[in-house]
């Protein structure tokens, strides 16, 4: 939940003074390897987790999607950015991951270890 709060603080402190950041070619790289490889890492997980029968590797490929879906975001907002000039695209898309990182945070909050249908109890 803290790592939700500072990501709106700084998403919302970069917009309002228009602070343009600088474009990031490591950042795109490594952004664009893990929009690949994560969700074959996820899949890889869920064999793993169907084969040993095991709920908390289930529940762990879900947060390997998790990380797929915002390596996309940060990757689109990376590229807008550098490509486009959008410079509000960068902090744009932080604040477009608060919901996922909030979620995430009540859900460990609240115990919840994977999602329902995984089995687990």
Known sequence: MALAAYITYESATALIGQERPEHSLPGIIV???SVV????L?????KVAAGIGSGA????SRQTDFCTYMSAILLGGLLLNAVAGWWWADPMAGL???PIIAKEGIDGLRGKACC????CG
């Open 116 to 119: 329902d249908d995984c089995g």
């Open 31 to 33: 952004a664009a390897v």
């Open 42 to 46: 996820a899949r890889a997980k869920r």
């Open 37 to 40: 490889v994560m969700p074959m």
């Open 57 to 60: 590797m289930k529940a762990d």
């Open 96 to 98: 477009v991951m608060v």
